[in-house]
């Protein structure tokens, strides 16, 4: 079983599964190179970009991610401003420092290739890595995939058999949960919220107060993402010369009559969620929320629910991100928060369920109204695609992160005023999501061939 700390990543745009991901495999293949002593001799590194990967790899900055790894980056700890700069002097110098290995020659046009014809299939998002030591064979090779929300696997993680026995799975959690049904009907037996029986299960992995600590840090870099997002103005990377618009929206919303009404909720969650994927856009520090091209939503429901003034409730931000946690956990277990496997039904859908039912938690509902409030934000995602033009995470991206939050929000609503006659439930809805991926077409799966991709001309 996962930890929910898996599913709130802290990194740098614009994507999870893109850069994140890439980023993480670069290393770990030097890594596992350096273990195996075949790094030392190094004299050429090639590195071939798969399927999603290499399709919309160039808007989503997969190359320069993969260069970051290589150095030794991590996207926990990488600045933004000094990854540009060192990304730019590789690129100009043609040369590469590898992390815990050689400098060599590197030409990032020729030792990094975008094959679009190799669709993999194990998993869409394939990075197969080649060490080379002078002319002929690579010397040490290895392929891994970017699974979506910043989490890899090596080919051989992926062709392990899925073991059947829960317990087996759980890595010691003494509550573990594979099913919405299965987490409602523990919560019920031991009079627990959904957050509490997820906090124990954390308490396995480390200590309850550096779980606490952690949970703190996210919801901190959550709000720190929003105020940089709406301090922010000019256009964003990519060549699609699209403005910010949230530090605009924001200014008018703090000098018009009546801004803190609740009638005007929309506008607030609009304003935060655009805020955080305009920064994503930009490649800036985000958290994975469950993935950066949906790390719009939970913070924009936090930042409006869980702050009074401005000031950030720990306590409130602790049982939404531990509860949202739970609920994402049943989606990365049971179906893929990946768009290249989902489409966007599996990255704004999934945080839109997710923050339905961390919102209807601090709203003082029991698990089986919060796994309403999820079934409900899933519902009405449904078979959403995944077809950013450009292959930029911005159209629509930006404003799609900003309808998720406004529909968490009205799902979380709606699960609280229920009849308790709720006829859909959780499970249901995520089994049919995961049908719903696997029959969309490729072409709607962050491939950028098809929707708004191609019906919308790129100046």
Not at 125 to 149: D, I, K, Q, W
Not at 151 to 163: G, L, N, T, W, Y
Request: glycine share 12%; charged share 20%.
């Amino acid at each position: 079983m996962l930890s929910v700390l898996d599913l709130f990543r802290i990194g740098l745009g614009p994507s999870s599964s893109h850069t994140v991901g890439p980023m993480r495999i670069a290393r770990r293949f030097l890594q596992v190179a350096a273990r195996a002593g075949k790094l030392t001799g190094a004299t050429r590194i090639h590195i071939e970009l798969q399927g999603s990967l290499a399709l919309t790899g160039v808007g989503h900055g997969t190359d320069k991610a993969v260069i970051l790894g290589l150095i030794g980056m991590q996207p926990e700890t990488a600045d933004p401003e000094e990854a540009e700069a060192r990304f730019r002097s590789i690129v100009r110098g043609k040369r590469i420092q590898l992390a815990e290995g050689p400098e060599i020659d590197f030409n990032p046009v020729k030792d990094i290739e975008f094959n679009t014809e190799t669709v993999p299939e194990l998993h869409p998002n394939g990075m197969a890595l080649h060490l080379y030591a002078g002319a002929g064979e690579p010397v040490f090779s290895r392929t891994y995939f970017s699974t979506g929300g910043g989490f890899i696997a090596s080919k051989a993680q992926m062709e392990k058999p899925v073991k059947g026995d829960l317990v087996d799975s759980a890595r010691g959690a003494p509550h573990p949960f594979d099913s919405a049904e299965e987490l409602i009907r523990q919560c019920k037996a031991h009079d627990w919220r959904i957050d509490e029986l997820v906090l124990l299960n954390e308490d396995a992995r480390r200590a309850r107060e550096k779980t606490l600590k952690r949970l703190d840090k996210i919801a901190e870099t959550m709000m720190a993402c929003i105020e940089r997002g709406l301090s922010q103005s000019g256009v964003l990377p990519g060549g699609l010369e699209v403005s910010r618009r949230a530090p605009g929206l924001y200014e008018k919303l703090k000098h018009q009559h009546g801004s803190n009404e609740r009638e005007q909720l929309f506008d607030w969650l609009n304003v935060y969620a655009m805020a955080v994927n305009e920064e994503n856009a930009a490649g800036g520090r985000v958290v994975t929320s469950p993935t950066n091209g949906a790390a719009g939503v939970i913070p924009s429901v936090i930042r409006h629910y869980c702050c009074e003034d401005g000031v950030l409730d720990h306590a409130k931000a602790r049982r939404f991100l531990l509860t949202a946690g739970g609920i994402g956990l049943l989606y990365k277990q049971r179906a893929s928060i990946s768009g290249a496997e989902m489409g966007c039904q599996g990255e704004v859908g999934v945080a839109c369920s997710m923050a339905a039912g961390g919102l209807a938690a601090i709203w003082g509902a029991d698990a089986e109204t919060v796994c309403v409030a999820a079934e409900i934000g899933m519902e009405h995602n449904l078979g959403l695609t995944c077809d950013p033009v450009g292959g930029l995470v911005q159209i629509p991206c930006i404003e799609r992160n900003a309808f998720g939050a406004v529909k968490a929000a009205n799902a979380a609503r709606l699960a609280l005023h229920g009849t308790g006659q709720h006829k859909v439930s959780l499970d249901q809805v995520i089994e049919t999501m995961r049908q719903t991926g696997i029959d969309m077409s490729s072409k709607y799966k962050e491939t950028s061939t098809g929707g708004l991709a191609v019906n919308v001309v790129a100046c």
